[in-house]
C-alpha cells in the first residue's frame, strides 16, 4: 500500500486530501496539535525544524509527500513577509531536498495567483509570472527552488473550494455562511478565476502520483467565472438568495493586498498528460453540496479538538 505524508493537514487542502486519499492509500498527517480521532494517523512535529522533519521521515519512511502548509493568507503575508518567506519559499525548499535524497515523490502546491492577471485569456505554463504582491513572490519564489532543489517534484499551481475544519476558509463557505444568514455580501465582478472543488483536486493530485507526473502543471477547474458569479452559481445550488450578492469591483474592496484581474489558467497540460477531461465546474459544486446534505462539514469539524473550537 502506498504511504503518504501530508505536512499541514489541518488546512482546507489537507484534510480533505487526506479524506480522498485514506480510501486506497496509508495517510499520514503532520499537524500542529489541532487534530484528534481523525481516520488516519495524525503526527505531530513543528515541520519548520528540519531535524524533527527528519525523525518524521524516518519513523513513517512514506512513498509520497505532500506539503500542504503555508501562510495562505494574502494580508498576513503582506503584514509579516519574513513569516511568508519562511513558509512559502524556504519550507518547500527543505522538504523538497529531504525527499529528493530519500526518494520520496513530492508534490509542491502553488497558486494562480503568480500572475498578475493583466493579459487576456488563460495562461499556460510556459507564461513568465509576474507576482503582484508578498504571498504571490513568495510561492513563486518557492516554485523556484523546489524545482532546482528536486527535478522529480510535482508544482501544482491551484484554486480551490471545499469544506474547512474552521468553516471560514473558502470562498464558497463565506457566500454559504453569509447568505444563510440573510446577510449581504459583495462579489468582485472584475476577479476572473478557475475554482475547483477540493475533492477533485485531491483526487487529480493523486492521480498525478500514480502516473509519476513530475513538473509544473495548472491544476485549477476548467471554465473560468468572476468570484461574483461564483457566488450566484453557489447561491442557486444551495437554494440560497442570489439577489443578497452586490456586484463590486475589487479596486473598491479595501482589502491591502493587491488582487489580479485573470487568474484564467489554461488545464491543457495537465489534461494531456492525465489522458481525460478535467472535471466540470457543475460537477464539482454538486460534490460539494452533497456532502453539505450529508453533514460532511459537521463530521470534519468533529476531528478536531475541542479547544480549538
Ligand atoms: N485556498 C485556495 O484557494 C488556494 C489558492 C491558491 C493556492 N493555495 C495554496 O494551497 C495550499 C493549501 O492552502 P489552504 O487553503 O489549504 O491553506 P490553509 O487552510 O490556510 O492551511 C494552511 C496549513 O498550513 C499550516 N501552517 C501554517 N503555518 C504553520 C506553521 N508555522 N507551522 C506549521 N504549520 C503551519 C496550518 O496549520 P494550522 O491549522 O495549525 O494553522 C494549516 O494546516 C497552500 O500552499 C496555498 O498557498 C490555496
Redesign the pocket.
Known amino acids: 500500500m502506498t504511504r503518504l505524508l501530508i505536512t499541514?493537514?489541518?488546512?482546507?487542502?489537507?484534510i480533505n486530501l487526506a479524506m480522498e486519499a485514506t480510501r486506497e492509500h496509508e495517510v499520514i498527517g503532520v499537524?500542529?496539535g489541532?487534530l484528534k480521532s481523525a481516520p488516519f494517523q495524525v503526527l505531530r512535529a513543528?515541520?519548520?525544524k528540519m531535524d524533527e522533519i527528519n525523525s518524521t521521515l524516518d519513523a513513517t519512511n512514506p512513498n509520497w509527500m505532500v506539503n500542504?502548509?503555508?501562510?495562505?493568507?494574502l494580508e498576513k503575508c503582506e503584514a509579516d513577509p519574513l513569516q511568508a518567506r519562511n513558509?512559502?519559499t524556504d519550507l518547500p525548499g527543505e522538504l523538497a531536498t529531504l525527499c529528493a535524497k530519500r526518494n520520496i515523490h513530492f508534490v509542491h502546491?502553488?497558486?494562480?495567483?503568480v500572475f498578475d492577471g493583466t493579459r487576456e485569456g488563460a495562461y499556460t505554463e510556459e507564461d513568465e509570472p509576474s507576482p503582484p504582491g508578498v504571498y504571490s513572490q513568495t510561492?513563486l519564489d518557492g516554485e523556484r527552488v523546489v524545482e532546482q532543489a528536486n527535478p522529480q517534484a510535482i508544482i501544482a499551481r491551484?484554486?480551490?473550494?471545499g469544506w474547512?475544519l474552521g468553516a471560514r476558509?473558502?470562498l464558497a463557505e463565506f457566500f454559504v455562511n453569509n447568505l444563510s444568514e440573510g446577510k449581504n455580501v459583495n462579489g468582485f465582478t472584475d476577479v476572473i478565476f478557475c475554482p475547483m472543488w477540493v475533492n477533485h483536486l485531491s483526487r487529480l493530485l493523486i492521480e498525478m502520483l500514480k502516473k509519476n507526473l513530475h513538473g509544473l502543471y495548472h491544476v485549477v477547474g476548467a471554465q473560468p467565472m468572476s468570484k461574483y458569479q461564483f457566488g450566484v452559481e453557489v447561491a442557486r445550488t444551495f437554494g440560497l438568495r442570489e439577489n443578497l450578492i452586490s456586484p463590486q469591483s475589487v479596486e473598491r474592496s479595501g482589502l491591502t493586498a493587491k488582487r489580479s484581474h485573470n487568474l484564467w489558467l489554461s488545464t491543457h497540460k495537465l489534461s494531456t498528460d492525465l489522458e481525460h477531461e478535467i472535471p466540470r465546474f457543475s460537477t464539482g459544486l454538486d460534490g460539494f453540496y452533497t456532502q453539505f446534505q450529508q453533514s460532511y462539514p459537521q463530521k470534519i469539524r468533529g476531528y478536531q479538538h475541542l479547544e480549538t473550537f
Open positions: 499541514g493537514v489541518s488546512g482546507l487542502l489537507g499537524d500542529r489541532k513543528d515541520i519548520l500542504c502548509a503555508a501562510l495562505a493568507n513558509l512559502n502546491i502553488s497558486t494562480d495567483s510561492k491551484v484554486n480551490f473550494y474547512s476558509r473558502s
